[in-house]
């Protein structure tokens, strides 16, 4: 091995880096994990097992999705670079080849929803200052260990973490650790933000190889849907206002506290110390199978599961 890594070193023959891999081609994501959270989308106050402060939930109190109906400039926004690996696009990764060494220089990924694209720097070029700009996509870096690219981003613009109002700022960085097994693109994602999380918030991902995939284009167009109250009003919630906190507590059987979120909630010892719920369920008729092979059930009412049998 050492006397073929010596001849190609002598003659200029490229060898792939040890241990690394490959991750050009077209990817579908999985939805194994978090299935309720990630296509129909989080319940309206579900905060739990999220590692938020105050400031994130009253943030997230005040937030109404009618703003999306309304504001224009939050009608196309696209997902920031974190919340990319989480959502519901699929993705396309290039390899950028230096022309001469023909080495790995960069990784370049593409997002189906609102064609975002995301460039990965191999190169070991330091990250912008403090005050460089801040994009949707941020400004992301890799290195190798062993088989894992480890991607660290920073200059996110604020976006958020959770579809349901939950903040995420623009100080915040990105961590994400790529493993390909064959078919499957495993990403483990960490978000560190002192402005809205007490300690980093750590999710999981899967992808599938996709090879027949084409990705097209995706064009949003601005639109006023629901009539202004006046020009100025942006939908929202002033604090202790917001009447939907409780629906799902209600439609859980679920103590409101612990709907609250807080770094408490990550824990299994946290089990320990749930009250009783104010109003027990003893039937489920929400979303109770969702991601047990009959995802269909996500994208019903409780009325239409329960004619169909669920």
């Known amino acids: 091995m050492k006397k073929a890594i010596l001849v190609a070193a002598l003659f200029g023959f490229g060898l792939p880096g040890l241990a690394q891999s490959d991750f050009a081609g077209a990817w579908a994501p999985l939805f194994h994990e978090d299935l309720p959270e990630r296509i129909p989308g989080p319940e309206l106050g579900d905060y739990m097992g999220f590692p938020i402060n105050a400031a994130a939930r009253l943030r997230a109190d005040s937030y109404d999705a009618d703003r999306i109906s309304i504001v224009p400039e939050y009608q196309c926004r696209p997902h ?54 801040h994009t949707w996509q941020g400004f992301s870096t890799g290195t190798w260990q062993d088989n894992m690219l480890n991607i660290y981003t920073t200059h996110l613009k604020e976006n958020y973490m959770r579809r349901n109002g939950l903040p995420r700022s623009d100080k915040a960085t990105f961590t994400e650790h790529w493993v390909r097994h064959g078919n ?98 003893q039937v489920c008729d929400r979303y109770c199978d969702c991601g047990m092979g009959a995802n269909i059930a996500c994208l019903l009412g409780p009325t239409q599961r329960r004619e169909q049998g669920r």
């Open 80 to 133: 920031g670079g974190d919340y990319s690996m989480r959502g519901l696009s699929n993705m396309r990764v290039d390899a950028v080849l230096d022309p001469v060494t023909q080495q790995v220089v960069a990784w370049h990924t593409r997002m189906g929803f609102q064609e975002m694209e995301r460039t990965i720097w191999m190169d070991d070029r330091p990250h912008p200052g403090e005050l460089a700009q």
């Open 184 to 281: 499957y693109l495993n990403v483990i994602t960490v978000i560190t933000d002192p402005a809205f999380l007490t300690e980093p918030l750590v999710r999981s991902q899967t992808w599938v190889l996709d090879p027949g995939q084409r990705m097209g284009r995706d064009i949003c167009e601005y639109g006023q849907e629901v009539p202004k109250v006046r020009a100025d009003y942006v939908p929202n919630h002033l604090p202790g206002t917001n009447a939907f906190l409780h629906e799902i507590s209600d439609w859980y059987g679920l103590p409101y506290e612990i709907t609250r979120g807080g770094a408490e909630t990550l824990y299994p010892e946290y089990q320990k110390k749930i009250p009783q719920p104010e109003h027990p369920k």
